[in-house]
């Protein structure tokens, strides 16, 4: 063979091999023909969810979050054992709620597509629904996701709240994130509630000498102080203070006032990508953070996901086959 057909032929085989990855992934539109009903009902039980009780938005969305970076986008922080080992008795998860949201979508597409529908794309679809439905951002979810078999608290070990942006940056790129999606997606903080022990130590102890955290402007950290004591361990407060049940930019005009409230939202200010990123949304007219959001949403949700025979499909969400 001369070296030009050998060129041929290897390229005919990468194209190949690009269309065979493409067709065991994940796509738009997966369920089209095998269960064209799924997003509609998933749709309807998340809109009905939201309409009696607007804060289960927030919890969803985190809980895309939290199944995509343990194991991947599986399902597996839906999993429950009999020992409570399993991811969502973590600590970080113990505050997730919603969960009937995802049974009751399972439940419902089990009844018209039984066995054909994933519990981690139903979480996708979920997360994405519960966010049109507090005015936020819309994007077109991929599907075609396996559920997990495994889910093991141990393996646990998301981003913290105290983390700085070196080890934020790093935990996001170990999944395929750069800084923009770190950034973008920090932006779900425009949802939703934090835990009072969670910023003692930038309110009363920062440094050990009972000082604040100086990255916290020193009005909003008086009056943080106000609504979490030392000793607090159960008050919840708004992350954005005044919209936290709407999905809107002003993340980032809070965090470029220095009122982020987690030390790894104020971090976002020590990167210059990350800093450019959030006065960019907080000073321009026509933010793009909606279309971003989408977007970064999207790459999220292939993080190591399970797809072609991989995996199963999962009965109940709970439970694996
Ligand atoms: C960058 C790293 C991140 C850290 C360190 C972090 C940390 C936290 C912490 C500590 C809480 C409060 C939990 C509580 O006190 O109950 C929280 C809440 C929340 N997080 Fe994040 N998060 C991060 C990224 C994300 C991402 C990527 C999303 C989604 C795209 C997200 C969405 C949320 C939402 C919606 C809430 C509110 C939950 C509720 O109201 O129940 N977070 N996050």
């Known amino acids: ?28 539109g997966f369920y089209g023909k095998t269960c064209p009903q799924a997003e509609g009902i998933v749709k309807k039980v998340v809109f009905a969810a939201i309409k ?53 979508s399972k439940a419902a597409i089990e009844k018209v597509c039984p066995g054909v529908v994933s519990c981690s794309d139903i979480l996708a679809l979920v997360a994405r629904d519960a966010m049109v439905a507090l005015e936020g951002p819309s994007w077109e ?78 009005e909003y950290a008086a009056k943080l102080r106000k609504k979490c004591k ?14 936290f049940k709407t999905f809107d930019e002003s993340y980032f005009t809070l965090v470029a006032k220095r009122r982020g409230l987690f030390q790894s939202d104020a971090a976002l200010l020590d990167n210059s990508k990350t800093r450019a990123y959030i006065f960019k949304q907080a000073t321009t007219y026509g933010s793009t953070f909606f279309t971003d959001f989408g977007v970064s949403m999207v790459k999220m949700g292939r993080i190591e996901v399970l797809t072609g025979h991989a995996g199963e499909i999962r009965k109940m969400c709970r439970i694996p086959n």
């Open 1 to 28: 063979m001369t070296a030009s057909k050998r060129l041929v032929v290897s390229c005919l085989f990468l194209v190949l091999l690009f269309a065979e990855a493409n067709s065991m992934g994940l796509k738009v």
């Open 52 to 104: 009696k009780a607007p804060t289960l938005g927030a919890p969803l969305l985190r809980m895309n979050f939290h199944d995509c970076f343990v194991r991947g986008c599986d399902g597996s922080v839906l999993l429950e054992l009999s020992n409570n080992q399993a991811e969502k008795n973590a600590v970080p998860n113990l505050s997730l709620r919603g969960f009937g949201v995802i049974d009751d």
């Open 141 to 218: 979810v991929e599907t075609g996701r396996r559920d997990g078999r495994v889910s093991n608290i141990s393996e646990v070990n998301l981003p913290s709240p105290f983390d700085n942006i070196t080890k934020l940056i790093t935990e996001f790129s170990a999944k395929g994130l750069d800084e923009k999606d770190l950034v973008v997606l920090s932006g779900g903080h425009t949802i939703g509630m934090g835990h009072c022990p969670l910023i003692a130590n930038r309110l009363y102890n920062f440094t050990g000498k009972g000082d604040s955290d100086p990255s916290l402007d020193s």
């Open 230 to 243: 030392p000793t607090d361990f159960t008050t919840a407060i708004e992350m954005d203070p005044g919209s």
